[in-house]
């Protein structure tokens, strides 16, 4: 797990109480609440599952949550309570209380020609993971003033998958369009990447360049692929959007 430093500024981030996970030798009761990082599954119209990185496939055996349009593959945060284990092929059936959809995005082709798209602005990167298939990013940002920010993850076009070291090889990059960044008026965010496309199974792990606002450019490695969900991650309730694409 590669945890970042930490800014101490004011994110919209709220932090709930540490939520302690559900034994199965007390069996779960209705007051029993529990959180995971998520990827939607869609079962029909208006009917979700859920593959949990800590709890397995979870489907909402009683729906306390409605009027969500969430799509296949989106990532999120969800706070739950664990009813039954083993419920009808799921590992267990549950009441979904609350869900927080995190943008979700692929890993673009960077070509000479969408360079200046991507651009490489300095971020402010709190913590980042691969878990799930995913790689997750929390960051924060000045609130955006004309467009929407970018935050994107890049594999150079026409390198190989796989480096001679046998790292996948890719960038973080930021767009602030013109924006001034501004530590004292931040707002946070997740961003979720699909990691579907890279040949992670053959690969030792992932070296990912970044530029941070504090340290720079340098690089990061992963080279474990499902990484556990970090503590502070585990009590994170998002409760707001920032303005990113």
């Not at 990532?75 to 009808?88: E, G, H, I, S």
Request: negative net charge; aromatic residues 14%.
């Amino acid at each position: 797990m590669k945890i970042l430093k930490k800014y101490w500024i004011i994110a919209v981030l709220a932090l709930v109480n540490a939520l302690q996970s559900c034994s199965d030798d007390d069996g779960y009761s209705v007051g029993d609440i529990a959180t995971d990082w998520v990827t939607v599954r869609v079962e029909g119209e208006g009917v979700y599952s859920f593959t949990g990185d800590t709890w397995g496939t979870m489907y909402p055996a009683v729906n306390g949550v409605w009027n969500y349009s969430l799509v296949e593959g989106q990532r999120a945060f969800l706070v739950f309570n664990p009813l039954f284990d083993n419920y009808y092929g799921y590992d267990v059936g549950i009441k979904a209380e609350q869900i927080y959809p995190f943008l979700t995005k692929a890993v673009e082709d960077l070509t000479p020609e969408n360079e200046d798209e991507y651009a490489n602005h300095p971020a402010y990167l709190e913590n980042i993971w691969i878990a799930g298939g995913y790689m997750n990013v929390i960051f924060t940002q000045k609130l955006a003033s004309q467009h929407k920010h970018r935050v994107s993850l890049v594999k150079k076009s026409g390198e190989q998958d796989i480096a001679d070291d046998g790292y996948i090889y890719l960038e973080y990059r930021y767009n602030t369009y013109g924006d001034t960044l501004n530590v004292f008026n931040p707002n946070a965010g997740v961003v979720c990447y699909n990691l579907n496309t890279l040949p992670l199974d053959e690969a030792k792990g992932i070296k990912l360049k970044v530029n941070e606002a504090y340290y720079g450019e340098h690089i990061l490695t992963f080279n474990n692929m499902n990484e556990a969900t970090p503590d502070d991650a585990k009590q994170l309730s998002y409760t707001g959007e920032v303005a990113v694409q």
